[in-house]
């Protein structure tokens, strides 16, 4: 596609409930990458994917977190039992290769808003 | 590891005024530099990098910033600010291995009034 693409836009979600947040990297990209974006805690990194290698979950705050990303395309964040410390936009970029210079491009994020 | 501090939270500024946003990197290898630009309720946008070569880098919107190894900044200016660039803009590194992820700063919201 032209850029990166989340979905959905905007999600509202009662406590305790589980949330699917979708990331559609710039075709051929090989790395992808989730931020989340919260007023207390600005920018921070959560996972990214290189490939075919393992996935950098360092960033992950708690084990309700978790990212697959199918075929080297498509990825999945899931929060589970959602909390309201949870609420932030979260967003996806992705990055063509190493000559680049790592640059990322990002999508316009999803807004979670836990209640 | 890295770190990113962007000193200024705020920036009010006339339209058509000169601006500076500041950043300081700190890290123990080297890296690139970044700064995006993200507008209301959008995504956040490569404004300019800094990979290698010369220090100053120019970027979209009129914008440009100069990367300082030896004050480890990578400050953002513009000499003439518009209405249209009130936004909130953030400084961020990376490490030059591997697919580094980006440290970011906390942000600068510019706001630019007539």
């Known amino acids: 596609g032209a850029g990166v693409s989340q979905s959905p836009s905007n999600k509202v979600t009662e406590k305790g409930k589980d949330v699917e947040l979708r990331c559609d990297p710039i075709?051929?990209?090989?790395?992808l990458y989730w931020y989340r974006q919260s007023l207390g805690q600005g920018l921070e990194f959560l996972i990214y994917f290189q490939g075919n290698s393992a996935p950098d979950k360092s960033g992950l705050p708690s084990d309700r977190f978790s990212a697959e990303r199918t075929g080297g395309s498509v990825s999945t964040l899931t929060i589970q039992r959602t909390q309201q410390e949870d609420s932030a936009v979260y967003l996806c970029a992705s990055s063509l290769s190493r000559a680049q210079g790592n640059i990322q491009y990002f999508g316009a994020g999803t807004r979670l808003s836990v209640l | 590891a890295q770190s990113v501090t962007q000193l200024d939270s705020q920036v009010p500024v006339f339209e058509e005024a000169p601006v500076e946003l500041r950043c300081n990197y700190s890290s123990s290898v080297s890296v690139y530099l970044f700064w995006y630009v993200q507008y209301p309720n959008q995504g956040l946008q490569l404004l300019l990098k800094?990979?290698?070569?010369?220090?100053l880098v120019k970027g979209i919107n009129g914008f440009e910033a100069e990367f300082n190894k030896s004050q480890t900044s990578f400050h953002l200016r513009k000499p003439s600010v518009h209405i249209s660039d009130t936004a909130e803009y953030f400084c961020a590194v990376s490490e030059k291995q591997g697919y580094s992820t980006l440290t970011f700063g906390k942000g600068t919201m510019l706001l630019v009034s007539p």
């Open positions: 075709s051929g990209h090989t790395a």
């Open positions: 800094y990979l290698s070569g010369s220090t």
